[in-house]
């Protein structure tokens, strides 16, 4: 079994600062992990993927993300936010190498709110 | 390029009608489609998977009598949901596996259909 839990709902932000969403995993097998973002009225883009390879990842729009094993964690981070940040994100595994091949589990979300 | 599409983006419909929302991978061949349901101000959650050439696989508690889902090609998934009630209306998304994607399960996603079923 697989589970995600992203541990903020929401999180704000002033423009030019850090970004920390936060995400600890559950996986039987060895996972990939993912981080999608969704803007309003806009599909699910794939902002970066852990798949066993490097454990510090880097995404698109400056965006990053660290594996931690031993913490069963894939925090997302930037560290200067934009506007256009302003989104709502999931952090998503899949036991690759288990029988779900495929098969997502999304966390709940993290709804990233930006001030100028 | 892996860009998926979905038609239409958005739908009303009167109760007890049926609704075809078709998924489309626009530039590249998807052995595997998945349908998913979004709720308002929750996750995404898994329907049903979809391979070209076969049934499709429900998740439990979906119904697949009423979420009928055809994978014809390499292209093109639809999913009807036959005999629409209010309670159906919901955000459904698709998302697509590349044929050469490989087992990193980098699923491609459509811009979603919102259902209202009035």
């Known amino acids: 079994a697989q589970s995600v839990t992203q541990l903020d709902s929401h999180v704000s932000v002033s423009e030019g600062t850090p970004v920390l969403l936060r995400c600890n995993y559950s996986?039987?097998?060895?996972?990939?992990l993912f981080w999608y973002v969704q803007h309003p009225n806009k599909g699910l883009q794939l902002l970066l993927k852990?798949?066993?390879?490097?454990?510090l990842v880097k995404g698109i729009n400056g965006f990053e993300a660290e594996f931690k094993k031993s913490e069963t964690s894939f925090h997302l981070t930037k560290p200067s936010a934009h506007m256009s940040d302003a989104a709502e994100y999931f952090c998503v595994v899949s036991d690759a190498g288990g029988t779900s091949y495929g098969k997502l589990t999304f966390g709940q979300g993290t709804i990233l709110t930006v001030h100028p | 390029g892996a860009v998926v599409s979905q038609h239409p983006s958005w739908v009303i419909c009167k109760s007890g009608t049926s609704v075809k929302i078709e998924c489309r991978s626009l530039?590249?061949?998807?052995?595997?489609m998945f349908w998913y349901r979004q709720f308002p101000k929750q996750s995404l959650m898994l329907m049903a998977t979809s391979n070209e050439g076969s049934k499709a696989t429900y998740e439990q508690g979906v119904e697949k009598d009423k979420f009928l889902i055809n994978h014809a090609s390499l292209t093109l998934s639809t999913l009807t949901v036959t005999s629409a009630h209010p309670e159906d209306s919901s955000f459904y998304i698709c998302s697509a596996v590349s044929l050469a994607g490989g087992p990193t399960d980098t699923q491609y996603f459509g811009p979603g259909t919102r259902l209202t079923v009035l």
């Open positions: 852990y798949t066993s390879a490097a454990t």
């Open positions: 530039d590249f061949q998807a052995t595997t």
């Open positions: 996986s039987s097998y060895s996972p990939s």
